[in-house]
């Protein structure tokens, strides 16, 4: 019974084990971390070539950082990202279809633009827009294509999928 026991527990132990990502360690080692207080927000939802396409913009004045690539703390800084909410769906149904109720990875997607808090200010999760961590394989649904766009001064995108927003740990 012992040796049965053991050859069991031997063998669950040899099993792959897929589980679900800490959202902490999407927003651990991000090149910024910045508290900042909004100031004006432009949302827009437009119908691309049959697809709902939002590209949120943020401005806001830095109020805290953490990870900072430069030190913002008083400047102004742009947070600017494109979604296509279309391509977000059809991946999202893709990935259920596939995985159904498993445990194991999540669906991860574009950031939905952040919550204010009471000080009408928001954590974001972000790196410079164009540099290596700007141009990163985006997650499902996001338009990454940047050619010909330029960008001046401190212009930022989200790099922590759904968990751009949130509070660092």
């Not at 004006?40 to 900072?68: C, F, H, K, M, P």
């Not at 790196?127 to 990163?136: H, L, M, S």
Request: no cysteine.
């Amino acid at each position: 019974m012992r040796l049965l026991l053991l050859f069991a527990l031997a063998t669950s132990l040899a099993l792959p084990v897929r589980a679900a990502i800490n959202p902490a360690e999407f927003t651990r080692n991000v090149p910024d971390q910045m508290r900042v207080r909004e100031t004006s927000r432009i949302v827009q939802v437009l119908d691309i070539n049959g697809d709902r396409v939002r590209r949120v913009t943020l401005v806001g004045e830095v109020v805290e950082q953490r990870n900072a690539s430069q030190p913002r703390i008083g400047q102004t800084v742009v947070i600017d990202y494109t979604v296509n909410l279309s391509e977000v769906e059809r991946r999202a149904k893709a990935f259920s279809e596939e995985r159904g109720t498993m445990p194991g990875p999540q669906f991860m997607y574009e950031p939905e633009p952040p919550t204010l808090d009471a000080d009408g200010m928001f954590w974001a999760n972000v790196a410079p827009a164009g540099g290596r961590w700007g141009n990163v394989n985006r997650e499902a649904g996001a338009v990454a294509d940047i050619d010909g766009y330029q960008a001046g001064g401190a212009v930022y995108v989200p790099v922590s999928g759904q968990y751009s927003f949130d509070t660092p740990y």
